[in-house]
């Protein structure tokens, strides 16, 4: 007979798994509305880093007259503007990410050229060097702190060593969908069956596969 220690365990674990669905469980982003969602966070992030510019200046300005002056709370004023300006700077990036993973949304121009950014060298040079970080959580004696979980990255280390040297390799032909979903798998802590081990096995896997397909590899498994 099963304990009631051992039954709320399963369905706690059930409740994770139910609320934090993987990352190919998700709903498609309409476009129309994530072109909008686009613009207003470019907006907003402009507008938050413009507005903190002023009050940097005014607070510049204040203090050189008053040191304990008004000028000091604009001077914090300022540093909270630029913060949230970042914010949404980031919120952005994530969700142009998500959007070249879905695979639908080039016609977006933002899209398309974040997908063309994810392709430079540069940027496949840093993903290649994420992967390889995600496999030092392994290592004998790893002091590696990072998002991703050990079991999972055990379970499919050959594999990510594999991507990581053909994402590498310019002469390797990527797709943005992989490249980004690639980096989905390394960076979002709740979606990620790499990092979250109440995403099932299966969906790791299965991103492996898309991915591998993407940069031309025959899936290994």
Known sequence: MLSLELLDESFRRLVTIVLMPGLLQQEPLDLHTAARRL????????????????????????ISVSPAGPGVPLGVGALAAFGLSG????????????????????????????????????????????LR????????????????????????????????????????????QALALCGQLLHDPTRSPLCNPHVPTRELWRILDLVEQGLGITPSR
């Open 133 to 176: 970080l995600a496999l030092r959580v392994i290592a004998p004696g790893s002091q590696v702190q990072i998002m991703v979980d050990p079991g999972r990255v055990d379970d499919c280390a050959p594999r990510l060593r594999g991507l990581a040297d053909s994402v590498a390799d310019p002469r390797v032909s990527c797709s943005p």
């Open 39 to 62: 613009e207003e966070l470019a907006r907003r992030a402009r507008q938050l880093a413009a507005l903190g510019v002023l009050l940097a200046g005014a607070a510049a300005i204040l």
């Open 87 to 130: 914010i949404a700077r980031t919120d952005r990036r994530r969700l142009l990410v998500r959007l070249v993973a879905q695979g639908d949304a080039l016609a977006i121009g933002s899209v398309r050229a974040y997908g063309a950014r994810l392709s430079s060298r540069r940027e496949r040079e840093r993903l290649a060097q994420g």
